[in-house]
């Protein structure tokens, strides 16, 4: 498994956690006890798997597509009621 090292902050109470996790034998090391953690979180925000998906498969022409013609029916709205 090819890994990367990553710096990271936690505050005083989480990191307490995770040593005393280490401490009760949960895990080994705070190394595999992140690893798991972020894994864990990973797989359980399936909310954040669907957004990168979608981030993916984003189309900035759709958009500028339909807004074209939300504003070409306003426009004709308007006129329509002799207000444009």
Do not use: H
């Not at 710096?7 to 190394?31: C, H, Q, W, Y």
């Not at 958009?63 to 070409?72: A, F, I, Q």
């Amino acid at each position: 498994m090819n890994t990367d090292v990553v710096p990271l902050r936690l505050d005083k109470t989480t990191l307490t956690k995770i040593d005393k996790m280490v401490e009760a034998g949960i895990f080994n090391s705070r190394n595999a006890a992140l690893n798991i953690i972020i894994k864990t979180g990973i797989k359980n925000f399936d909310f954040w798997n669907n957004i990168l998906s979608i981030s993916n498969s984003y189309d900035q022409n759709y958009d500028d597509r339909v807004s074209l013609r939300l504003n070409n029916a306003l426009n004709k709205f308007l006129k329509d009621r002799d207000r444009f």
